[in-house]
């Protein structure tokens, strides 16, 4: 069973940059997929990104394309999402979360197969 928790979050002005980390404890880390989702506020949650066990399949939310991206770090357990130019409308609560693959894996599961969720961490894009 793993654990997941998040990092990162706060206000930054139109057009800023933040990075979010999500830190994988328990369980073997290279079996994990881990996406990014993100609920504004008044709306539903939305997957933003997802990064497969292995790293080399990745999936973006159209809205990011260009101006987020994906890293992990196996040593460190942990999963970056970088931000650049945000816009207000990035704004909300920003959730990281894993799905058990085989180890290693190039599959990258879809948004509804994500089951270890993280308590979030906010992002306001405001000036």
């Known amino acids: 069973q793993s654990q997941v928790v998040e990092s990162g979050g706060g206000l930054v002005q139109p057009g800023g940059s933040l990075r979010l980390t999500c830190l994988v404890s328990g369980g073997s880390f290279e079996s994990y997929a881990i996406g990014w989702f993100r609920r504004a506020p008044g709306k539903e949650r939305e997957g933003v990104s997802r990064i497969s066990a292995d790293g080399t399949n990745t999936w973006y939310v159209d809205s990011v394309k260009g101006r987020f991206g994906l890293s992990r770090d196996v040593t460190k357990r942990t999963v970056f999402l970088y931000m650049k130019d945000l816009k207000p409308a990035d704004t909300g609560d920003y959730f990281c979360?894993?799905?058990?693959?085989?180890?290693?894996?190039?599959?990258?599961?879809?948004?509804?197969?994500?089951?270890?969720w993280g308590q979030g961490t906010r992002v306001t894009v405001s000036s």
């Open positions: 979360a894993a799905a058990r693959t085989h180890f290693r894996s190039s599959y990258l599961p879809s948004n509804e197969e994500y089951s270890e």
